[in-house]
């Protein structure tokens, strides 16, 4: 899906739209961090979620083929849908995409 992004303001940023409805009530509800040198099979795999931490080498869902990588889970309060945002280093950039 693409990203959208509304009303930027200086030093806050700007507000994170759900892909399925168009609100921007969205909330964070787990965060996964993938941590890995360049195409290695396994690396740090970190996920935060509710009163939680969890830590493993698996690096499935990871939104970078050969890197490092971010997972945000969100809930929209408006649709009740979920979303993934995505950050996820290839070959010397970072790519931002929302699923």
């Not at 787990?30 to 996920?47: I, K, L, P, Q, Y």
């Not at 690096?59 to 945000?72: E, V, W, Y």
């Amino acid at each position: 899906m693409q990203l959208d992004l509304k009303n930027y303001q200086q030093d806050f940023g700007s507000e994170l739209i759900c892909p399925h409805c168009e609100n921007h009530r969205l909330h964070h509800t787990c965060v996964e961090v993938f941590e890995r040198g360049e195409d290695a099979e396994t690396g740090t795999h970190v996920v935060v979620s509710a009163d939680k931490v969890v830590h493993d080498a698996n690096m499935k869902d990871n939104p970078s083929a050969r890197r490092h990588g971010l997972l945000i889970r969100l809930g929209c309060e408006n649709c009740g849908k979920e979303s993934v945002l995505t950050i996820a280093h290839h070959k010397g950039g970072t790519l931002l995409d929302i699923e």
